[in-house]
């Protein structure tokens, strides 16, 4: 079975300052991971994915997400954060090669962050 | 990004109605549906699965038949809430999954309050 962990309930950043959002997961085989953002009352909206290659994945607005296999992350990180970032933030997984059409995705319980102006 | 779009964004309605929520793939074939509900401060909770042409395969714990999906072309999938009573009351929310790109999109939202 495959889980999500986002450690963190809640992050504060300074406007302008660096921002990361953890995640760590577990699948069986390669992992196929997302981040999405959902704004309140709002569905969720696609920021970017990792499949294969390059390590570092960059998204929408800025964002940008690093794959470490060997710690089995896959942490949310943008370099200036904008109080308009502030927002409610998922990761979710799936393996990569899902079998019978199982394309579910496992999500984590979601990371506040506040941009504090 | 791809846009999928959902109908109604909120309703209220009454216990013992029924409530039909429309989620719409706008500008891609969704081969695969799903349905989540979402409580307030939590993540998503997976309701079900619909593949274009066949029935939805529910999540344990989930009721078949209060939920309906429909899942009848591939821009189109509908959620009924049958005998709707206040603890259906959520946030539903229904994501498309593009072939192509292989990714889930997600729709808006609907904001159940059953009185």
């Known amino acids: 079975a495959q889980s999500v962990a986002q450690p963190e309930d809640q992050v504060n950043v300074a406007e302008g300052n660096p921002l990361t959002v953890k995640c760590t997961y577990s699948?069986?085989?390669?992992?196929?991971l997302f981040w999405y953002v959902q704004y309140p009352n709002r569905g969720l909206q696609f920021l970017l994915k990792y499949i294969t290659g390059d390590n570092l994945v960059k998204g929408s607005y800025g964002f940008e997400a690093e794959f470490n296999k060997s710690q089995t992350s896959f942490h949310l990180k943008k370099p200036s954060a904008l109080v308009s970032d502030s927002a409610l933030y998922f990761c979710?997984?799936?393996?990569?090669?899902?079998?019978?059409?199982?394309?579910?995705?496992?999500f984590g319980k979601g990371t506040k962050l506040s941009v504090i102006p | 990004g791809a846009v999928v779009s959902q109908h109604p964004s909120w309703v209220i309605c009454k216990s013992g109605t029924s409530v039909k929520i429309e989620c719409r793939s706008l500008d891609f074939q969704a081969t695969t549906m799903f349905w989540y509900r979402q409580f307030p401060k939590q993540s998503l909770m997976l309701m079900a699965t619909s593949n274009e042409g066949s029935k939805a395969t529910y999540e344990q714990g989930v009721e078949k038949d209060k939920f309906l999906i429909n899942h009848a072309s591939l821009t189109l999938s509908t959620l009924t809430v049958t005998s709707a009573h206040p603890e259906d009351s959520s946030f539903y929310i229904c994501s498309d999954r593009d072939f192509h790109t292989d990714t889930q999109y997600f729709g808006p939202g609907t904001r159940l309050t059953v009185l």
């Open positions: 979710a997984v799936r393996p990569l090669y899902s079998g019978a059409g199982s394309y579910q995705l496992t």
């Open positions: 699948v069986s085989g390669n992992p196929y």
